[in-house]
């Protein structure tokens, strides 16, 4: 089993980026896909989600209007498109799944069965 986010860079504020989560070893069908980030010095937070098993998205209230998520179950890759990016966007981002999970809330740590490695988006102002 494994989640391999990718995509992350240096852009400048305003700026966009895609983020993917490219899944093995399991069918993103039966989870859900939950975008965490951590920034230096502060807590692994939850950003979005997206469950196959009810259609639920989840949006943090920071990201919310600037962030889409998306699944392509065909390719087992959950996406994260970030616009409109800020320098308080700047962080280590985190894809996992939770096994039958649905996107009602933002996603907890506890919750999540699998992690992958982080991608490093850098916002400069």
């Known amino acids: 089993v494994q989640l391999q986010a990718s995509g992350g860079g240096l852009v400048q504020a305003g700026g966009s980026l895609r983020l993917s989560c490219a899944a093995s070893?399991?069918?993103?069908?039966?989870?859900?896909i939950g975008w965490f980030r951590q920034a230096p010095e502060k807590e692994r937070e939850g950003v979005s989600c997206?469950?196959?098993?009810?259609?639920?998205?989840y949006y943090a209230d920071s990201v919310k209007g600037r962030f889409t998520i998306s699944s392509d179950n065909a390719k087992n890759t959950v996406y994260l498109q970030m616009n409109s990016l800020k320098p308080e966007d700047t962080a280590v981002y985190y894809c996992?799944?939770?096994?039958?999970?649905?996107?009602?809330?933002?996603?907890?740590?506890?919750?999540?069965?699998?992690w992958g490695k982080g991608t490093l988006v850098t916002v400069s102002s």
């Open positions: 997206i469950s196959s098993s009810d259609g639920s998205i």
């Open positions: 996992a799944a939770e096994g039958w999970g649905f996107c009602r809330s933002r996603p907890q740590i506890h919750d999540m069965d699998y």
């Open positions: 070893g399991f069918t993103i069908d039966d989870y859900a």
